[in-house]
Structures are given as C-alpha cells and as structure tokens.
C-alpha cells in the first residue's frame, strides 16, 4: 500500500513553455500532498504544501505563480511550471500523507529539463 | 533557522561491514524523525522511523539511535550490502508536519 505515482517521469522543454506534473496517491486518499525540488547532488527542498480543495502554500522564495499547484482531489495534485527556464531544470518530488500519521510516502520524481 | 545536518558527505564500507550514517538536528522541539534511502533517479524511499519518546529502534537489518541531549541521529545498517548503496537521508518533521532534509550521505559498498 501507500503508493504515489508521478507523470511524466521525465520531460525535456524549450524555454518559456509550461509543464504540468501529475502526483497521484494510488491506494489512499490524501488531503495533503508536498511539492520538493532536488538539484543534483543536493538535498530535497520543500517547495510547497498542497492542500485538498484549497489554496497552497509556498515556502519562502518559492513563486506561487510561477509554480502553479492544484489540489482537485483527495487523489491528485498537480504542479505547473509555468514559463520554463533552464533554471527551472531539477528533479521535482512529491509525496503524500504525513498530516497526523507521521511518514510522508513518496513518489519516483520528475526529471525536467529545460532547453 | 532550522536544520538537519549530516557530519559525513561519503561513507565507504566493504561489503558485510556494518555501516553508521550520522545527522544532527537543531529544533529540539522535533518529536519525529525519519531516515529515506534515494537511489539514482528515484524518489526517496522510507528506512525506519522514530519518535522523540524513544531512544532506540530496530528493523530489519536496519537501527535507528536517538540522542536527544545532543540532538544526534544514527542509522546502523548491519552486513552492509550492495544493494545499500545509495545516499541517505535523514529528516525531522515539524509541528506543521513538513519535513525537513538533511544535507544526505552517500554510502558507497565495495565488494
């Protein structure tokens, strides 16, 4: 149990398009969900939390329209880069759970890179 | 502000050696705590767990040790293999539930 799934898993750009990555809780329902950008050799940052039906919220420095992040359903989160730059190329993780039961499960990430 | 931080960037450890991962924390208000594995490419994956009311946890192969005095975190991996290979992290969660990473450790096994 406790699977999250993510799509694309990769994605290649130019620059100055959008690009929407799905996060989906497979085998549970998930009123939060969590947004994290890893650059290569680094740890995982927080972007932002996503909450179902409801307005997320962003870590400092993180541009929240720039980073477009929808919660429809107990089930899928979606976050949009819009506008790519190839600053913007990372790996970009969620994860699901963890509000009143502690461990976050998460997904395999999407590798973005921008052109 | 606050931050989990690892002392060692590699470990290297010969195949069927134990292995200790260390990482201190600095809000010692965390009550929970978490060690991933990430694999190349891949999504951190779930090691163990431990609560602030206990000091010491086991699971299979794997040990976690919490020292609160000190704000230290260890995981022991026992009869290291070479399928352990991978960078660990641990990470602390806070009183709004968003986790916080360490800088991670790779541990790399030679057969």
């Known amino acids: 149990g406790a699977v999250v799934s993510q799509h694309p898993s990769w994605v290649i750009c130019k620059s100055g398009t959008s690009v929407k990555i799905e996060c989906r809780s497979l085998?549970?329902?998930?009123?939060?969900m969590f947004w994290y950008r890893q650059f290569p050799k680094q740890s995982l940052m927080l972007m932002a939390t996503?909450?179902?039906?409801?307005?997320?919220?962003?870590e400092q420095g993180v541009e929240k329209d720039k980073f477009l992040i929808n919660h429809a359903s107990l089930t899928l989160s979606t976050l949009t880069v819009t506008s790519a730059h190839p600053e913007d190329s990372s790996f970009y993780i969620c994860s699901a759970g963890g509000v009143g039961e502690g461990t976050q499960y998460f997904g395999p990430g999407t590798r973005l890179l921008v052109l | 502000g606050e931050s989990v931080g690892l002392h060692l960037p590699t470990l290297s450890v010969q195949e069927g050696d134990n292995s200790i991962i260390n990482c201190a924390y600095s809000n010692s208000a965390s009550d929970y705590f978490i060690w991933y594995k990430q694999e190349s490419g891949k999504g951190p994956q779930f090691i163990i767990d431990i609560r602030s009311n206990m000091d010491k946890r086991q699971g299979q192969r794997v040990t976690v040790l919490l020292n609160k005095t000190v704000k230290h975190l260890s995981l022991q991996i026992a009869a290291t293999q070479p399928g352990d290979s991978a960078v660990y992290f641990c990470a602390e969660m806070d009183s709004s539930y968003k986790l916080i990473f360490g800088s991670g450790t790779r541990l790399l096994v030679r057969p």
């Open positions: 996503s909450n179902e039906g409801s307005k997320a919220t962003y």
């Open positions: 085998d549970f329902q998930a009123t939060t």
